[in-house]
């Protein structure tokens, strides 16, 4: 069945007249009536009876007519699909991440997905969690890898607990220590990264009542645990940051313990354009971080 002959008939029906129906789909109403015809003659049956002021379905057309609609209608899934597909395999993804998310979790995903979709495009800037909330909420960032944002309508896939930390130098008198008092950070010489604009370690001490003693601010973590290693002060931060660097400096949990959950969030994961919910799914597939039911469904 040529699906022409089902938009002739249905909108025949719908707007009362072949006239009406072809200034809609661009045919005469003489074509409208040949299509009409041609689809009454491969049914066998009469679909409108003709009169002079329009037309109206025959009760063999009234059978039809929702028949022909549903099938109409699974052209345009097909289209919608075909659409979204198109957009999926191809297109940007701009990601807003701490930079040690960036360094030690994303590089083998990004690997593995760009593998399977080349033409997508993945982008990457570090930044602070107080500028990854301006970079999400101003949708210059598709998505963010960080610990939750203010946003509770917002979607959030935890994937990992990380733990405080304190980084102190070798001869600190806590580094033999199983554990770093967090209230001694009223006193001691503290450096803290982001240019002190580390939103995490800043709730950290707001929770625990603490003014930190801040003795320098730094842009880069790595150059933060540097200055500790120098003997400059001792640096608050999550054990994250401190993973995979060499440095002379001693890494102990606080006390009381405390941890951040990172996970990747964004405003809408249906709404989201087609490649960068791929891209999600894929990255908290590799995480084995669990995604609320309905996305599973609309996944599979």
């Known amino acids: 069945m040529d699906i022409i002959k089902c938009k002739a008939f249905v909108t025949a029906v719908d707007e009362g007249s072949f006239t009406a129906a072809g200034k809609i789909l ?11 015809s041609a689809m009454e003659a491969e049914l066998g049956f009469s679909l409108l009876t003709r009169k002079s002021n329009g037309v109206v379905q025959t009760r063999e057309g009234e059978t039809i007519y929702p028949l022909a609609v549903e099938y109409i209608e699974k052209e345009n899934d097909i289209y919608r699909a075909a659409t979204e597909l198109s957009g999926m395999y191809k297109g940007n993804v701009m990601i807003a991440t701490y930079a040690s998310i ?22 990457i800037e570090e930044a602070t969690k107080n500028r990854i909330e301006k970079m999400v909420t101003s949708g210059k960032a598709d998505l963010a890898f960080c610990s939750q944002l203010p946003y509770p309508s917002y979607e959030w896939i935890p994937f990992a607990e990380d733990r405080m930390v304190a980084v102190l130098p070798k001869d600190h008198p806590l580094a033999k220590e199983a554990s770093y008092p967090i209230v001694n950070a009223r006193r001691e010489d503290l450096i803290m990264p982001s240019e002190g604009d580390d939103a995490d370690v800043r709730e950290l001490f707001k929770r625990h009542k603490i003014v ?9 973590n790595f150059t933060a645990i540097n200055m500790v290693e120098k003997g400059l002060g001792i640096g608050i931060m999550n054990e994250g940051i401190t993973r995979y660097w060499q440095t002379d400096t001693v890494i102990v949990p606080i006390d009381p313990p ?4 990172v996970g990747i969030t964004l405003p809408s994961l249906d709404n989201a354009a087609p490649a960068v ?24």
């Open 258 to 261: 405390s941890s951040i959950t």
């Open 102 to 123: 960036a360094a030690h979790t994303l590089p083998s995903i990004i690997k593995k997905f760009t593998d399977i979709h080349p033409s997508i495009n993945i982008q």
């Open 212 to 220: 930190p003693n801040v003795r320098l601010t730094t842009l880069e």
């Open 277 to 300: 919910r791929e891209f999600v799914l894929f990255a908290a597939e590799q995480l084995n971080a669990q995604v609320s039911r309905d996305k599973e469904v609309e996944k599979a």
């Open 26 to 36: 661009g045919y005469t109403p003489s074509g409208i009536s040949q299509l009409v």
